[in-house]
């Protein structure tokens, strides 16, 4: 599912129009992103949390040469599923 078919089954779910439901989407992503920027930890009870991870810098290797190259620490995005989400998933296993 893309963002135009989540928005559009947001809008038949709301019985609101698409423009509206892509705003509300919108507005959701946007606090999401700035809490993180902050630093912040966003959580919804039983779908699960969002949070920012630090990822120490490493050395790796490049695919084409097999050489070392030097990886910088970066911080990146999480996001662990909770509990009520984790069974739904795991309810629905054969639908893949």
């Known amino acids: 599912m893309n963002k135009g078919e989540f928005v559009e089954a947001l809008a038949d779910r709301l019985d609101i129009s698409r ?3 892509e705003r509300a989407l919108t507005g959701v992503l946007e606090i999401i992103s ?4 902050q630093g912040e930890k966003v959580a919804f009870a039983g779908f699960g949390s969002f949070e920012v991870s630090a990822r120490a ?5 490049d695919p ?12 990146v995005p999480k996001f662990s599923a909770g509990a009520n989400l984790k069974a739904a998933v795991n309810a629905g296993k054969g639908k893949r």
Request: positive net charge; aromatic residues 0%; proline residues 0%.
């Open 57 to 61: 810098a490493r050395t790796g290797r």
């Open 19 to 21: 423009a509206q439901a």
């Open 64 to 75: 084409r040469t097999g050489a070392a190259i030097s990886i910088a620490a970066s911080n």
């Open 34 to 37: 700035e809490q993180l920027v």
